[in-house]
């Protein structure tokens, strides 16, 4: 795991670290100088450090002096000279300057082979105005320092002109910026530069392939005891959700899997599932009668709830989710069928997988880290807000960054549901099995994507070589 830490918290670090902030500032330069070098800044290559008044420019200092000892061309353009005369970033803007740095004040833009985004830091709030504004748009790939200006570092906002990085050196940890809002599409390739901070009270945790355990088969398991999963769902031209669903935990290595769906739907749902997924089918087109659900249901470990389940289902959803004693995955139709009421309700495990449509119908508010900290807190579920990133939320704070555009395919989310739930039928706890899931259905899906298009059919049986 990586922490993920906020502006303030790695203002706390800078203040709590054992060394000055002039040392510290000293490392951060010297490994900004080194990221500029792997970007190709070399002997007599034109690079301009853009240089704001605080420590973020007392970084592009220092990493000026150090290219220019190499015998890169580098000058600095300042926007504002760091104040106070015995400041770190005043000295480190002295010691460039007694280097033979050139030091000019920032005006309009300038030609160059690569451009250091020093301006401003994690702790920047607002818009970016002229001059520094009328840079963003240069034409030379831009190395940044923490974050690239006019990103905010709380949760990856803009609020008018932002640089766009091609990389982005940041000191201790990752912040949340970095991952969340725009930041993927503006920090580049992030590196973390170890400058001798102490250990963060991170924010969030980003989720490594070690954070995403799946369980072993003992030599003496049979089909019950290596996870049962009941996948109810279902409806009149949307019979293939509950399929996929069924489909995606059996290749997720449950072992059993049954699909409660209507009786006018058994048929295509079967033909979809495939033979390996028994289906009881419930009389009539869609699914009301609670007890034809959990009839012969007691040796399930979990319900899968929700897929092609129809938009009319609330009184269903509300009766199942106080009747089910076991670990229940709630998705799609049930979601929007759902109260946060009903949620609250409800004493055993739950899993909530929404998009940020279902997200905003279910809590009045759009999705992000507070939001969802907010509806895990007050309900008791766990909550997996899908998105690019998805934030798995519960005691602990989860962000998952696999995956990607190739997931914006019709019922990969159905897949998803699939996999929490066989997880936790094999015996992870709810939050560990969403996170792994999460995790491991993103690299599924990044895996597809370099031989072609991804479809969910294809999707459902690539988790068996992530679930094994």
Same mark, same amino acid.
């Given at each position: 795991?990586?922490?993920?830490?906020?502006?303030?918290?790695?203002?706390?670090?800078?203040?709590?670290?054992?060394?000055?902030?002039?040392?510290?500032?000293?490392?951060?330069?010297?490994?900004?100088?080194?990221?500029?070098?792997?970007?190709?800044?070399?002997?007599?290559?034109?690079?301009?450090?853009?240089?704001?008044?605080?420590?973020?420019?007392?970084?592009?200092?220092?990493?000026?002096?150090?290219?220019?000892?190499?015998?890169?061309?580098?000058?600095?353009?300042?926007?504002?000279?760091?104040?106070?005369?015995?400041?770190?970033?005043?000295?480190?803007?002295?010691?460039?300057?007694?280097?033979?740095?050139?030091?000019?004040?920032?005006?309009?833009?300038?030609?160059?082979?690569?451009?250091?985004? /020093?301006?401003?830091?994690?702790?920047?709030?607002?818009?970016?105005?002229?001059?520094?504004?009328?840079?963003?748009?240069?034409?030379?790939?831009?190395?940044?320092?923490?974050?690239?200006?006019?990103?905010?570092?709380?949760?990856?906002? %803009?609020?008018?002109?932002?640089?766009?990085?091609?990389?982005?050196?940041?000191?201790?940890?990752?912040?949340?910026?970095?991952?969340?809002?725009?930041?993927?599409?503006?920090?580049?390739?992030?590196?973390?530069?170890?400058?001798?901070?102490?250990?963060?009270?991170?924010?969030?945790?980003?989720?490594?392939?070690?954070?995403?355990?799946?369980?072993?088969?003992?030599?003496?398991?049979?089909?019950?005891?290596?996870?049962?999963?009941?996948?109810?769902?279902?409806?009149?031209?949307?019979?293939?959700?509950?399929?996929?669903?069924?489909?995606?935990?059996? %290749?997720?290595?449950?072992?059993?899997?049954?699909?409660?769906?209507?009786?006018?739907?058994?048929?295509?749902?079967?033909?979809?599932?495939?033979?390996?997924? #028994?289906?009881?089918?419930?009389?009539?087109?869609?699914?009301?009668?609670?007890?034809?659900?959990?009839?012969?249901?007691?040796?399930?470990?979990?319900?899968?709830?929700?897929?092609?389940?129809?938009?009319?289902?609330?009184?269903?959803?509300?009766?199942?989710?106080?009747?089910?004693?076991?670990?229940?995955?709630?998705?799609?139709?049930?979601?929007?069928?759902?109260?946060?009421?009903?949620? #609250?309700?409800?004493?055993?495990?739950?899993?909530?997988?929404?998009? /940020?449509?279902?997200?905003?119908?279910?809590?009045?508010?759009?999705?992000?880290?507070?939001?969802?900290?907010?509806?895990?807190?007050?309900?008791?579920?766990?909550?997996?807000?899908?998105?690019?990133?998805?934030?798995?939320?519960?005691?602990?704070?989860?962000?998952?960054? %696999?995956?990607?555009?190739?997931?914006?395919?019709? /019922?990969?989310?159905?897949?998803?549901?699939?996999?929490?739930?066989?997880?936790?039928?094999? /015996?992870?706890?709810?939050? %560990?099995?969403?996170?792994?899931?999460?995790?491991?259905?993103?690299?599924?899906?990044?895996?597809?994507?370099?031989?072609?298009?991804? #479809?969910?059919?294809?999707?459902?049986?690539?988790?068996?070589?992530?679930?094994?």
């Amino acid at each position: 795991m990586r922490p993920v830490i906020t502006p303030a918290e790695s203002e706390r670090l800078d203040a709590a670290a054992d060394d000055p902030v002039e040392v510290l500032m000293e490392r951060a330069g010297f490994g900004l100088a080194l990221a500029a070098v792997r970007m190709g800044a070399a002997y007599g290559t034109r690079v301009l450090a853009l240089a704001g008044p605080g420590n973020n420019g007392g970084d592009a200092f220092v990493a000026a002096r150090h290219l220019h000892r190499r015998g890169v061309a580098v000058e600095v353009r300042c926007l504002g000279f760091p104040k106070g005369e015995w400041s770190p970033a005043r000295i480190a803007a002295s010691a460039a300057a007694r280097a033979g740095v050139p030091i000019r004040p920032l005006r309009e833009p300038e030609p160059c082979d690569l451009l250091i985004d /020093g301006l401003f830091g994690a702790g920047f709030r607002g818009s970016l105005s002229e001059p520094a504004a009328l840079w963003v748009d240069h034409p030379a790939p831009v190395l940044a320092v923490d974050l690239p200006s006019g990103l905010q570092g709380l949760d990856g906002s %803009t609020e008018g002109p932002v640089f766009t990085a091609a990389r982005t050196v940041t000191f201790g940890a990752l912040k949340v910026g970095h991952l969340l809002g725009s930041g993927p599409d503006l920090c580049g390739l992030v590196e973390i530069v170890d400058i001798g901070l102490p250990e963060p009270r991170p924010e969030l945790l980003l989720c490594e392939d070690d954070d995403a355990p799946v369980p072993v088969r003992g030599r003496t398991d049979h089909k019950w005891s290596s996870g049962a999963v009941l996948v109810v769902g279902g409806s009149p031209g949307i019979s293939g959700a509950v399929a996929l669903t069924a489909r995606s935990a059996l %290749t997720s290595g449950a072992g059993y899997v049954r699909a409660v769906v209507p009786w006018s739907v058994a048929a295509a749902v079967g033909s979809a599932a495939g033979p390996s997924i #028994t289906i009881s089918a419930v009389p009539g087109d869609v699914l009301a009668n609670a007890d034809a659900i959990l009839a012969d249901s007691d040796r399930f470990d979990v319900m899968a709830l929700g897929p092609g389940l129809g938009l009319q289902s609330g009184a269903l959803v509300d009766e199942l989710l106080q009747r089910w004693d076991r670990p229940l995955v709630l998705d799609a139709d049930a979601i929007a069928s759902a109260t946060v009421e009903m949620l #609250t309700r409800r004493t055993a495990p739950t899993v909530i997988t929404p998009h /940020g449509g279902e997200f905003s119908r279910l809590t009045g508010s759009a999705a992000g880290l507070e939001t969802a900290g907010a509806l895990a807190a007050g309900t008791g579920a766990v909550v997996v807000a899908k998105g690019s990133p998805t934030l798995v939320i519960g005691e602990e704070r989860w962000v998952v960054a %696999t995956g990607g555009p190739e997931l914006a395919t019709l /019922g990969t989310g159905d897949v998803l549901t699939g996999v929490v739930a066989a997880y936790i039928a094999r /015996g992870l706890d709810p939050e %560990t099995a969403a996170r792994s899931a999460a995790h491991r259905h993103g690299l599924a899906g990044m895996a597809l994507a370099v031989d072609g298009t991804v #479809t969910s059919e294809h999707l459902a049986d690539e988790m068996g070589r992530w679930s094994s």
